[in-house]
Nanobody, 126 residues
Framework: EVQLVESGGGLVQAGGSLRLSCAASGSTFDDYAIGWFRQAPGKEREAVLCISNSDGNTYYADSVKGRFTISFDSAKTSVYLEMNSLTPEDTAVYYC???????????????????WGQGTQVIVSS
């Protein structure tokens, strides 16, 4: 059974950077579309970005475009969310998710992802 384990959250000052990790146990990310989501207190979970397994393209939420990027390790057993120029509005619990179906492009709909990490808290202080 494939499991996703996240790490790397924490407290950072506004303007700072943080890298989140998501490791897959029991598989690689070769055949999966990956999504990063976040949920702030009192708000619905929202997509941050996703990368398609069909063409490798990455799609960004407008709120993080130019600040957040996604990458993989060489073995594609870990995926990273690099977050720069953080603001207090980025404070949330962040989740990685994997979708095993091939779609024309990855989705921002969380219900299409069947594997989820446990979430990691990011707090950005002003």
């Amino acid at each position: 059974e494939v499991q996703l384990v996240e790490s790397g959250g924490g407290l950072v000052q506004a303007g700072g950077s943080l890298r989140l990790s998501c490791a897959a146990s029991g598989s690689t990310f070769d055949d999966y579309a990956i999504g990063w989501f976040r949920q702030a207190p009192g708000k619905e979970r929202e997509a941050v970005l996703c990368i398609s397994n069909s063409d490798g393209n990455t799609y960004y939420a407008d709120s993080v475009k130019g600040r957040f990027t996604i990458s993989f390790d060489s073995a594609k057993t870990s995926v990273y969310l690099e977050m720069n120029s953080l603001t207090p509005e980025d404070t949330a619990v962040y989740y990685c998710a994997a979708d095993g179906l091939y779609r024309k492009r990855c989705s921002f709909y969380d219900y299409l992802y069947d594997l989820w990490g446990q979430g990691t808290q990011v707090i950005v202080s002003s």
